[in-house]
């Protein structure tokens, strides 16, 4: 990125010229070019090699030749003077001219340029030789009119491939004039679409600077403004899967950003031409000359240094890393995070505590990390020393090899030779009834301890009743027992709420249980858990019942002997009608045939035979057959009229469902298109004898005379309804129209 030093030309410029230079704008890198840049923009301009936006720069620039606005002006170089201008003495010219902030003593110092077509073609093999390590390249820039089109660098896509092959890291540059949130989104867009996926070691940066008398000078943004632009350059950059990187020089960063605005999220890159920079604020790269010379680039250069700590540019980097101070720094996903305090887990895997973004080696006691869990702490690191119960914050806690359990429940026993009961990690002083030990087992607590001389019946906090003895659930008992004016049921010690059936007590009865309780009060059929259903009396099963009966599912079923035939599929009387139960119980839904003992077959709508049925019936095997009083009639043939007002053809008692052509009923002759009468069909229809017959609205039109419209589109002609293969001539068609003839079909 080629640095504006737009200066005021002072005494040395005097020593050259007598001229008035007080309205000569003059650029840092023009001295190099001033014979030949007009030429080559003239040539470009009559070739059509140049684009709009190096047409535009060159007229823009004030009496200078440049290939591009943005080469002419990329990040300007502001000191302290009341117009924003600095002019530097000596601006260094290779890396070991630099003298780096003793905040960098133990980070890496990687050496880099950044380039744009403005270097030409460059040699990049030669430039690795030279011990560049990496490469920041211009992908993009804006202009700075106030058009402020979006442009690709024309050099990008081969200066991005020669650095990498030549195993360079590689990182990319917009050259921003974004005056809005909007065009900082959209040049972040553009960037990312140049890029079209291409994966890159460093990030993608918003070169943001002035031009003089450019679209971002005029704008006069605020700081806040300046400072949303490129947070949203940076937040697009960042979704779509790439590293963000806000680039500025001194000035700007001091007076028209606020810097840490940016850094607490994205790295800094700093411009500032000096071999000791004074800049206070957090970067992770150094631009500090624009005047480099490097061997395979036939130009000067900018020089960059990169601090590497391992962690800047990683994304992906969640730790901490010492500072020169001492101190170690908490990152999350590659950013210092110097809000957060509590628990935090190192690379190493092990777990320190923070406190605003820092460890605290001088804490100890319980502390939060990033996942909710709490730990033991000493000095500063958790430990796993200490086994056992904890107090906090008028609280006793439950930890284990350091760790606050918060998913543990059960007891534990103190110091003081009681068991305390614990719930999710702390005491629970009101807990008074049954609580499950971690071991499985259930102990009787009285107000968070232990009675071990309690005996009887004790609820859980889940809801469920077990049988204790001496403080201990007994699992050796099972069947009813009386408690209060209830009789339960308990199996293996436990009263299950959740069983519903019946249960034999030692009088030899069989007792319906509901939810564990006797239900006294139930007549009718229940289920047992063997899956079978019984006949219960005022809660007694009662073995002689016979017929139907309902359960409290609502369905009706065949009893015998007390209990439901589970497996009964047939016709069952009850009272004056007859019932279709199908797996033991009667099908409400079922419509359609069933074969009775009697060897028939009866018409049952809605599980009841519907004696009154005639007609055609629709089967559950998808056929419609013929009933006549509720039973088929398998001897019945010709059509018939099904419920859902269909006429088919039937034979045998049975609708055929493939059936195509004429069938004669009452008289008449019906045509019969895939089983049933097609009412709306008019055209000729082909009969069994050969001949083909004229059908109007599913019937066969005797009357029909002259010309008829078939469904091929013809017409044809017809006597009595049949078609006369043998007539020649001229007849009318329905219309009037007169159609010659021949062999029975009229010539279109």
């Not at 890198?29 to 720069?57: L, R």
């Not at 009675?451 to 050796?476: H, Q, R």
């Not at 004696?611 to 009933?627: I, K, Q, V």
């Not at 109007?696 to 006369?724: E, M, P, R, W």
Request: glycine share 10%; proline share 1%.
């Amino acid at each position: 990125m080629k640095k504006k030093l737009l200066s005021t030309i002072l005494a040395a410029a005097m020593l050259f010229t007598s001229a008035d230079l007080s309205t000569v704008t003059v650029y840092a890198d023009e001295t190099q070019e001033q014979s030949s840049g007009y030429e080559d923009v003239q040539q470009a301009k009559s070739t059509g090699d140049a684009d709009e936006a190096e047409v535009e720069g060159t007229k823009e620039a004030v009496g200078v030749n440049a290939d591009t606005p943005e080469e002419v002006d990329e990040n300007c170089q502001m000191g302290t003077s009341d117009s924003g201008i600095e002019l530097y003495s000596s601006v260094p010219t290779s890396y070991d001219e630099v003298t780096h902030a003793d905040r960098f003593a133990s980070y890496t110092k990687v050496k880099g340029i950044d380039v744009s077509r403005h270097q030409g073609t460059i040699d990049w093999n030669k430039v690795k030789a030279a011990g560049v390590d990496f490469a920041i390249i211009r992908t993009a820039y804006r202009t700075y009119q106030d058009s402020g089109n979006l442009f690709t660098d024309q050099m990008a896509k081969q200066n991005i491939q020669g650095a990498k092959n030549a195993g360079i890291k590689v990182g990319v540059y917009i050259y921003s004039q974004a005056v809005s949130v909007s065009e900082g989104i959209e040049e972040a867009d553009y960037i990312i679409d140049q890029l079209g996926g291409e994966a890159l070691d460093l990030p993608v940066v918003l070169d943001y600077e002035f031009y003089t008398d450019g679209r971002l000078e005029k704008a006069d943004l605020s700081k806040e403004d300046g400072t949303s632009i490129a947070n949203a350059f940076c937040a697009e950059v960042a979704k779509n899967g790439y590293i963000p990187m806000v680039y500025a020089n001194k000035y700007m960063f001091e007076n028209y950003l606020y810097p840490d605005k940016i850094s607490n999220n994205y790295p800094i890159w700093l411009a500032n031409y000096t071999n000791k920079t004074e800049y206070k604020g957090d970067y992770a790269f150094w631009q500090f000359s624009e005047s480099g010379n490097v061997d395979g680039i036939s130009t000067s250069v900018d020089l960059d240094f990169w601090y590497d700590d391992g962690t800047a540019m990683n994304s992906s980097f969640t730790g901490f890393r010492q500072m020169t101070d001492g101190t170690w720094k908490y990152y999350l996903n590659g950013k210092f995070n110097q809000y957060y305090t509590g628990l935090a887990k190192h690379t190493d895997g092990w777990w320190y505590y923070v406190k605003n973004g820092l460890i605290d080696w001088k804490y100890t006691g319980l502390a939060q990390n990033t996942s909710g869990e709490w730990y033991y702490v000493k000095n500063g690191a958790y430990t796993q020393e200490y086994t056992g119960l904890a107090y906090n914050a008028g609280n006793w806690f439950y930890v284990e090899k350091g760790v606050l359990k918060w998913d543990y429940s059960g007891y534990v026993n103190h110091t003081d030779g009681k068991w305390y009961y614990v719930k999710d990690g702390v005491v629970d002083f009101s807990a008074t009834g049954l609580y499950k030990h971690s071991n499985g087992w259930w102990y009787y607590a009285d107000k968070g301890i232990i009675d071990w001389k309690y005996t009887g019946l004790a609820k859980t906090v889940d809801g469920s009743w077990y049988y204790v003895k001496n403080g201990s659930f007994a699992p050796s008992f099972t069947g009813l027992v009386k408690n209060y004016n209830n009789w339960f049921y308990v199996e293996k010690g436990c009263l299950n709420w959740d069983y519903t059936g019946f249960v034999k007590h030692t009088d030899n009865r069989w007792y319906y249980v509901n939810e564990s309780v006797i239900d006294f009060g139930v007549t009718g059929l229940r289920r047992h858990v063997d899956g079978n259903w019984y006949y219960a009396k005022s809660g007694i099963i009662n073995f002689s019942f016979q017929g139907l009966a309902k359960g409290d599912d609502g369905a009706w079923r065949n009893v015998k002997n007390g209990c439901a035939i589970n497996d009964f599929n047939g016709l069952v009387k009850n009272g004056t009608q007859w019932f279709y139960v199908k797996n033991g119980a009667i099908d409400w839904t079922y419509s359609g045939f069933v074969k009775h003992t009697d060897g028939n077959w009866y018409y049952v709508k809605n599980s009841v035979i519907n004696f009154g049925a005639n007609g055609l019936r629709l089967h559950s095997d998808g056929n419609w057959y013929y009933a006549k009083a509720g039973v088929i009639r398998f001897g019945y043939q010709g059509l018939a009229q099904g419920d859902d007002g269909a006429w088919r053809n039937v034979k045998n008692g049975c609708a055929i469902k493939n059936f195509n052509g004429l069938v004669l009923y009452n008289k008449k002759w019906w045509y019969v298109q895939n089983g049933s009468i097609n009412w709306s069909y008019n055209g000729f229809v082909k009969h069994t004898d050969g001949l083909w017959y004229y059908v109007k609205g599913g019937i066969v039109d005797f009357s029909a005379a002259g010309l008829k419209l078939h469904t091929d589109g013809n017409y044809y002609y017809a006597q009595k309804g049949i078609i006369k293969w043998g007539y020649s001539g001229t007849a009318s068609a329905p219309d009037g129209t007169q159609m010659t003839v021949k062999n029975g079909v009229a010539v279109k």
